[in-house]
């Protein structure tokens, strides 16, 4: 499994997915591999935690690429995350591991955030990322053995442009908190977020600036703003005072989410699932969420959360929220019950089971239709019933795309 970066599970929602995934495929019987291309040094801290749960770690001075890599060690499956890290590396994946299914976690579709990014903004130089970034996305999709999305609308999004049939849905995996902390007893407002991540910070802004003026004629004096996240940007540390909190990165969320009465997600871009939304709902904080934040999930407004993308409206449903506690407590109930039925562990192993099945089968359709292209038979047997060679099979071309 390669990533940008050792996953830093207690800081972003990302992490969070790429250590349930790599635990999910050793569960399943897998020797799993992990491998940073980004920062390929040790990790103290979140390299050892991996060891510690049995993922072999690779990094410098031992190996310092992908290229060493794959052409010192045998896989069955590469599983990258992100554009940024599989598209400087497929061709030389594919010609140094070409018996390898490779996998693409794109963790969100990037282009469709600059889209949105770009429409908030008016930035032209962000409509020209945008475009790079569906260029390279699409190209990903097109040529490797299964891709990794988390909501069905990513899913048609990318369909819709490069029809595929190797797509998987992995929505996320978490389990339920219940509280114990009663609706009287909480006070606070909370948000959750990384703050390296431009969405979040954004959201903040917003959130400080267009509805927090509105909540605090409303709410009670001691009643306060948790900003709650690790990598707080000078932007975001700013905003702090007596009734607003910045917390920074903090070892347990249990209890900010106890002290709190009411999550909002301010999100005004941004793509695939939040995880901050669903950990909301697993810790038993009902919410406010804009349309961005909600997308993909599959939850009912009204019912699960209540939905709000305006300033005025968004005070409105925070104020109803904070204030009505029948329907806090049908949320509370109603995010347990959500997160129980979707994102459960068990859930979590057989999409992973799937993803390697998907893989195996388009990699096994490349490899007959290449044959049959080129005129190569199907190696011989040996008596043993293993391959006379494997490297005789042909390895995909990085220009194909599986339709």
């Not at 007893?185 to 703050?195: A, N, V």
Request: glycine residues 4%.
């Amino acid at each position: 499994m390669l990533d940008a970066l050792t996953p830093t599970p207690d800081m972003d929602s990302g992490s969070f997915i790429t250590v349930k995934m790599l635990e999910a495929f050793r569960q399943l019987g897998l020797d799993v591999s992990f491998f940073a291309t980004y920062a390929s040094a040790w990790d103290r801290k979140y390299a050892a935690a991996l060891q510690a749960n049995g993922i072999r770690c690779l990094y410098a001075p031992y190996f310092t690429s992908v290229a060493q890599v794959v052409q010192t060690l045998q896989f069955d499956y590469v599983l990258a995350y992100r554009v940024s890290v599989i598209h400087p590396h497929l061709e030389v994946i594919r010609r140094h591991a070409p018996m390898a299914k490779v996998i693409f976690h794109n963790v969100d579709l990037h282009y469709l955030r600059a889209e949105r990014e770009a429409k908030l903004t008016g930035s032209l130089a962000a409509q020209d990322e945008a475009a790079r970034l569906k260029m390279m996305e699409l190209e990903m999709f097109a040529q490797v053995d299964c891709s990794i999305v988390h909501t069905a609308i990513e899913k048609t999004l990318v369909t819709e442009q490069v029809p595929l049939n190797n797509i998987v849905e992995f929505p996320y995996v978490a389990g339920v908190r219940r509280s114990a902390v009663p609706f009287e007893t909480r006070r606070d407002i909370m948000f959750l977020g990384g703050y390296a991540h431009s969405p979040n910070v954004d959201a903040v802004q917003f959130f400080v600036a267009e509805v927090w003026p509105k909540l605090l004629r409303m709410l009670p004096p001691d009643a306060r703003f948790l900003i709650v996240g690790a990598s707080p940007t000078v932007a975001i540390e700013a905003l702090a005072s007596e009734r607003i909190i910045v917390t920074g990165m903090v070892e347990d969320l249990g209890p900010w989410f106890d002290r709190a009465r009411v999550f909002v997600a301010p999100l005004r871009y941004g793509a695939g699932i939040k995880g901050k939304f669903i950990q909301s709902l697993a810790h038993g904080l009902p919410s406010v969420a804009t349309t961005i934040a909600a997308e993909g999930i599959g939850l009912d407004d009204g019912h699960h959360y209540i939905m709000a993308d305006e300033p005025e409206a968004m005070a409105a449903a925070v104020t109803e929220l904070y204030e009505d506690e029948a329907l806090w407590s049908h949320m509370q109930e109603a995010g347990y019950a959500f997160v129980e039925e979707n994102f459960s562990w068990a859930r979590c192993l057989e999409i992973c089971s799937a993803v390697l099945s998907t893989a195996d089968e388009t990699w096994t359709r490349r490899q007959e239709r290449s044959r049959t292209e080129t005129g190569i038979t199907r190696p011989r047997m040996k008596a043993s019933g293993e391959m006379a060679s494997v490297r005789s099979f042909s390895s995909p071309s990085v220009n194909e795309t599986i339709r």
